[in-house]
């Protein structure tokens, strides 16, 4: 199974300062059809998650435009510009390239 | 509006077997790829199973095949797991969640608990 392996496990914030989470796989995440499935979810406290990326940089649907991604291959961020009371909650990269899916182990992003 | 409702979860001891529902509105079930996705109390997620619009492709997490079966009712609507051999480590909420297009949707969650 492909590994997916988050840092850092916490990350407190100031609010208004920006956030970065990597995401690192054991193995390329390209399919063969040239594609990289690579998604990213957050989970606020006491809700279901919710997708923010898809397909390693783009944005879902009402997602703020200070939520972004990057990365190829093997090593991926998740990035926020500036952060909100809002955004605390746990985040998590999961890969759809490979059978099983899988998810990172999640990095909790809390208020300062 | 996009919504996923799941149901059926509850207590049950070890052995003992469960089948969760998960109701569709809002978009077009029999197109989407449809998952299970676990949470243990306190812990990360887990992907469980998956299966393809037209329910003849199904995938499971290791610690699941043999024991939980994933299948849909695309005239109603309808996934469910149906979950045999339950193990304490089974105790979680299950969510069900869709894929459609560029899309994704996840609903509230059913939570199981194993215990005897």
């Known amino acids: 199974d492909v590994v997916m392996t988050q840092s850092p496990l916490s990350l407190p914030v100031n609010l208004g300062q920006p956030a970065s989470i990597s995401c690192s796989s054991s193995q390329s995440l390209v399919s063969r059809d040239g594609n990289t499935y690579l998604e990213w979810f957050q989970q606020r406290p006491g809700q279901s998650p919710r997708r923010l990326i898809y397909?390693?940089?783009h944005r879902d649907s009402g997602v703020p435009d200070k939520f972004s991604g990057s990365g190829s291959g093997t090593d991926f961020t998740l990035k926020i510009s500036r952060v909100e009371a809002e955004d605390v909650g746990v985040y998590y990269c999961?890969?759809?390239?490979?059978?099983?899916?899988?998810f990172g182990g999640g990095t909790k992003v809390e208020i300062k | 509006e996009v919504q996923l409702v799941e149901s059926g979860g509850g207590l049950v001891q070890p052995g003992e077997s469960l089948r969760l529902s998960c109701a569709a509105s809002g978009f077009i079930f029999s197109s989407s790829w449809m998952n299970w996705v676990r949470q243990a109390p306190g812990k990360g997620l887990e992907w469980v199973a998956n299966i393809n619009p037209g329910g003849s492709e199904k995938s499971y997490v290791d610690s699941v095949k043999g024991r939980f079966t994933v299948s849909r009712d695309n005239a109603k609507n309808l996934l469910y797991l149906q979950m045999n051999s339950l193990r304490v480590e089974d105790t979680a909420v299950y969510y069900c969640a869709g894929w459609f297009g560029e899309s994704n949707c996840w609903g509230q969650g059913a939570l199981v608990t194993v215990s005897s």
């Open positions: 999961m890969q759809y390239t490979h059978w099983p899916h899988t």
């Open positions: 397909k390693v940089s």
